[in-house]
């Protein structure tokens, strides 16, 4: 019996070398070459060409190798089996460090100096003052950002489908309350998943709801923002600045006018990426759960889509 690691345009030998020393007794084998595909039980995918699964016939769960299973949900052609998806500490501080890395460039203008440096202007000024945040998805990483930035002193609001109850942060659920989640915010940090509710949802009049000068941080998906929408507030208001990791189209094509934006910070999704190292133990025992026909660590509800 097998697991096929089917992960595109991503060397493997990493993850291949340490399931194989976690699992001595079964074959790992990256897809395309497959030894017999009818072994395969167990399928570790990321971002996989859509079809690719239907032939894996005594495939029993997938682990999707990332937190986010967009990519995977999009085939038509998915078989109906349980999923599974990356819940992991290390996966949340790398997130955590990356927006401490966005949120010191924008209170210390470090947009602002670079964009001076290239006219050589010597204009010297005081930290901005960044001190409510909303979060949009207050789920395993938007909970932990929303307490790590709250712990740091900050003003919290956060966002999501249900109610919470989250310490010393301001929680706003359902669609009616999106505009009120963040009315107030300097900043407004996306962690929500792609999903048929969530495509294209923040739009022009979630922009406008938007306070002058605010701040917006996409590390979640690029198709749930509208970028005519995004590029129209940053042109004529209100929006003053957006970092954004993610994109509708990756790489992000070299014609998009988002590149050249002056207000846009652009990193190539690159603000939590799984660590082989770290997530290992949870995929071997996602493949003995699926071999005894259990239930999988950390598995993804597919009527809700995330
Ligand atoms: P999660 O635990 O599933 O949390 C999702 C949160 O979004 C939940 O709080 C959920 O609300 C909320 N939500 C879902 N649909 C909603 C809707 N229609 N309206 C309002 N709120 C909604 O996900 P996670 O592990 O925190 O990850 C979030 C996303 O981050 C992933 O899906 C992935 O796309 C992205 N990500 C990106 C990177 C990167 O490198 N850029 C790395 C990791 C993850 P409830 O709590 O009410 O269910
Ligand atoms: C990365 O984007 C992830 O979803 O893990």
């Known amino acids: 019996m097998s697991i096929a690691l089917i992960i595109p345009d991503r060397k493997l030998d990493d993850l291949q070398y340490r399931l194989q020393q976690a699992l001595p007794q079964t074959r790992i084998e990256i897809w395309p070459e497959l030894y017999d595909p009818a072994e395969v039980e167990f399928a570790v995918v990321w971002r996989q060409p859509h079809g690719c699964l239907n032939g894996l016939v005594n495939l029993k769960a997938i682990q999707c190798f990332g937190a986010g299973v967009d990519s995977i949900l999009s085939d038509p052609t998915l078989p109906d089996l349980p999923i599974s998806r990356i819940v992991d500490p290390a996966l949340t501080a790398a997130m955590i460090g990356y927006l401490d890395g966005v949120m010191s460039y924008y209170r210390l203008q470090l947009d602002m100096f670079s964009r001076q440096q290239q006219q050589s202007l010597w204009r010297p000024k005081s930290p901005r003052k960044l001190s409510r ?39 706003f659920a359902g ?10 915010a300097d900043v407004i940090i996306c962690l929500l998943p792609l999903t048929p509710s969530t495509e294209n949802l923040l739009g022009r009049d979630f922009f406008q709801a938007l306070k002058p000068g605010a701040i917006f941080i996409n590390v979640a998906r690029g198709a749930i923002v509208d ?20 994109f509708r189209q990756e790489p992000l094509p070299p014609a998009s006018p988002l590149w050249q934006h002056p207000a846009v910070l652009i990193t190539p999704h690159v603000s939590a990426v799984t660590n082989v190292a770290t997530v290992v133990s949870q995929i071997a025992e996602n493949y003995r759960r699926a071999q005894q026909g259990t239930g999988l660590l950390n598995p993804v509800d597919l009527v809700r889509g995330y």
């Open 227 to 246: 970028d005519t929408a995004l590029l129209a507030a940053l042109d004529h208001g209100p929006l003053g600045a957006a970092c954004l990791d993610v």
């Open 175 to 184: 669609d009616e309350q999106l505009h009120h989640a963040v009315a107030a």
């Open 133 to 171: 945040i909303t979060i949009l998805g207050l789920g395993e990483l938007g909970s932990a950002v929303a307490s790590h930035f709250c712990q740091q002193g900050y003003q919290l609001a956060g966002w999501a489908r249900s109610g919470k109850s989250l310490q010393d942060i301001q929680c």
